[in-house]
Every structure is written in C-alpha cells, then in structure tokens.
C-alpha cells in the first residue's frame, strides 16, 4: 500500500491531475483507429474515376477523385433547446440553494430539432431545417397564419416527437438537396441513425447517383464535420443571438386593444426560433466559414486521394502518421459494412455525443450498403460502380475537386 505522500509526488513528477470528464465513449480515440481508417478508405475507394468520364476531366482530376468540392457535404440533425440554461451561475459562499430565473414557465423543457448541412467548398446551399413538435399538416386557421410568421431563411418541418425521420429525410433529400446539387457523383456523409440507412433512403440515394457515406459508430465526435467543427460555435452563437431576441421582446410591450390573441406563447417562441435560427446561421456563415473548409480536409474527407495531403488529417486522440500509414493500402483496406440496421432513430441526445455503440463490423470491402457496391478495376486508378449512375461527362469546375 503506497502512502498519499508518495502517490501526489508520482502526480507531480509526472504532471497528472485531476480533470473533468468532457466525453464519454466505451472506447477510446485510439481503439477507434481501424474503423476510421476503413471509413477514410470507403471514401477514396469510391472517388476513383468510372468508365465513361471525358478524358479532359479524366486529366484534371485523377489525383483527386471524382468529386467536386461543391459535391461533398455533411447532414446532421442536434436538438435545438428553446432556452440555453448554464446550470452554473454566482452566488455567495455557503448557500445550500442556488435559484436561476427562466423567462418563460417551461421554455427551458421545450426543444426542437434543427438539421444542419455543409459543403467541402465552404459555400453555404441549403438553408437550416428546422422540425418542431406538433400535428403534421395542420391547416387550422392558427396555424397557417403562424406559418407565415416563419423566417424565409429557414425550412420547418412538424411532427409529433419533433424529431427526424425517414419521411423528413425524404423530403430533404427530394425537395432541399437535390435541387442545388451540381451535375457528377455526390458524397453524403452521415451518420448511423436507423432512418438514414432503410431500404428507401437508400433505393432514393442509388437512384440518384448519391453515395452514402456512414460515420462508424462511435466515431461522430471524432469524423464528422458538423460534429467536430460546426455544432459548437454556431450553437454559442445562436445562444446569444436567442438571449438577445428575448431580452427585446420582454422590454416590448404590446398595447391593449381589448381581442384575444391568437397566438400561443408557444407559437410565438417558434416564430422567433426561426428567426433566430435564420441570425445566427447567417452570421457563422459570414464570419467562420474557413472552419468548414479546413475541417472536411482535417478530417480526411475532402483530400486528394492519392495521399499526397495526408499530412494534413488531425483526428482527435489519434496520430496522423498512424492514421497515415492506416491509408497507404486505401485500395484494399476493407470497409465498413454499413448494411446493418444502424442506431435507434430518437435522438434525445445530440448526434456529437457518443451515443452509438461501435457495433459496424469490417467485412467485405468496398460496400456502403446493399445499393452500392463497387469492384476495383485492373487499373488501380479507375474504379467501376454499380450504383445505378449512367456513365456519363461530369460537367462544372474540375479544378476544384478533390
């Protein structure tokens, strides 16, 4: 048995404190390793060219794959609180309770879900989505009246739960994204919640020339763009601009005149979320949207995939000449098999928790699910995938892919 004495020594020598729990995970970054580098190595597998392409594109993009910048993105859905309380605040030494005010009875329990969507090249496409409890397609009078209250900057979606689902993934996929994708293959990176990956999502992706990309389980806070880079500082700015809104509509004093309001406190909360979603989504776009572009290159994403950048990849907790060595036989590292059901889709805590168990199993290579499949040609640069897409010319600005 060692005394106190001797084991705060050991401490100090080797400068070992104490410290807050930040994340919790039933593996460690480095126990994660080879699912990363599978997943890393899923994405290249499936950036070499197909047969067909125009020779001039095949030139200008061999070192880089198949993708043009503008054609990489990341989904996510976080919960969206409709009131931010710290849990910390200032009071005197030795008060046994610790009283805070909320503005509004209840906002502090009531919370949405809001979907976000980035692009490798930075350039913000598509506008956030947010979905709130309650009826879907409601056509009461209330309703359609609060409808037209919503900011123009935001999309609002209504369910029961308030939470995502595979109708909602649907309607994003159809009515959001594919109107601003630009011609040639399109990746989706995503996580594993059990929506993303049904049957129907992905007969709707194979039809469509979309290959889905799915973070391995467990591995959303370290892989994942919005998780990684985004979800924080947007958020810290929507908490401000949220406080803001509130403390002005508390001094606003609305003059008697003797009717009924329609509107619901609830109703007029959701009113200002969206506007308030709308501020703040603007604002990180304008002022940090470097953050995008470097964290698609960080994370290995948007890369040229002849290893010439790998340099570049910084995973939390894990070292990038590991991760380095993990991707120089990318052509035949197996990847994740990503046909398995993935996680529960009610996501009641943020998709940047790790919730998921690291259940993906590394199986057959170059599978994402039961649409996709791909075979390496004899060529190691050229790559011919089954997934539906007719061999065609990849039109836009070449130079910018990756």
């Not at 580098?37 to 880089?64: C, H, K, P, Y």
């Not at 009610?346 to 168990?357: C, F, L, R, W």
Request: with cysteine.
């Amino acid at each position: 048995m060692v005394s106190s004495g001797w084991f705060n020594r050991f401490l100090s020598r080797n400068e070992i404190s104490i410290r807050v729990v930040t994340n919790k995970a039933q593996q460690t970054p480095i126990e994660y390793c080879t699912m990363i580098v599978s997943f890393l190595s899923f994405n290249r597998q499936n950036s070499q060219l197909w047969d067909g392409m125009e020779e001039t594109v095949l030139r200008s993009v061999i070192a880089g794959g198949c993708y043009l910048l503008s054609n990489i993105l990341n989904m996510d859905q976080t919960l969206l609180p409709w009131e931010y309380l710290e849990g910390k605040t200032y009071e005197f030494k030795g008060s046994k309770i610790v009283w805070v005010r909320t503005r509004r009875s209840g906002c502090d329990k009531r919370q949405a879900t809001i979907q976000l969507t980035i692009f490798a090249n930075g350039i913000d496409r598509l506008m956030p989505l947010i979905i709130f409890r309650g009826t879907e397609n409601n056509t009461s009078a209330p309703q359609r009246r609060e409808e037209k209250l919503f900011d123009s900057r935001v999309v609002i979606k209504f369910n029961p739960k308030g939470y995502a689902n595979s109708a909602i993934m649907l309607f994003w996929l159809e009515f959001m994204l594919l109107p601003v994708l630009g011609t040639g293959a399109t990746l989706l990176v995503i996580d594993h919640f059990k929506f993303h990956s049904t049957q129907e999502i992905k007969d709707w992706l194979r039809t469509h020339g979309i290959v889905p990309s799915l973070v391995p389980g467990g591995c959303t806070g370290l892989v994942q763009p919005l998780d990684v880079s985004v979800n924080r500082p947007f958020k810290d700015i929507l908490k401000q601009v949220i406080d803001d809104a509130v403390d002005l509509s508390e001094r606003q004093t609305t003059p008697a005149t003797g009717k009924k309001d329609w509107q619901s406190a609830a109703s007029k909360m959701r009113v200002m979320m969206t506007k308030c979603v709308g501020d703040a989504w603007e604002i990180f776009n304008r002022k940090i949207r470097d953050i995008v572009i470097r964290s698609f290159r960080c994370l290995g994403i948007a890369l040229p995939i002849d290893g010439s950048c790998d340099n570049e990849i910084s995973i939390k907790g894990l070292e990038t000449t590991m991760l380095m060595e993990g991707l120089k036989n990318w052509e035949r590292t197996p990847t994740i098999d990503s046909s398995s059901e993935g996680t529960s889709d009610n996501p009641e805590t943020d998709a940047s928790d790790e919730k998921d168990e690291p259940t993906t199993k590394l199986l057959r290579p170059l599978t994402v699910s039961d649409s996709f499949t791909a075979t390496v040609a004899s060529t190691p640069s050229h790559t011919t995938i089954e997934a539906g897409l007719e061999a065609g010319k990849l039109k836009g600005d070449s130079s910018a892919s990756t």
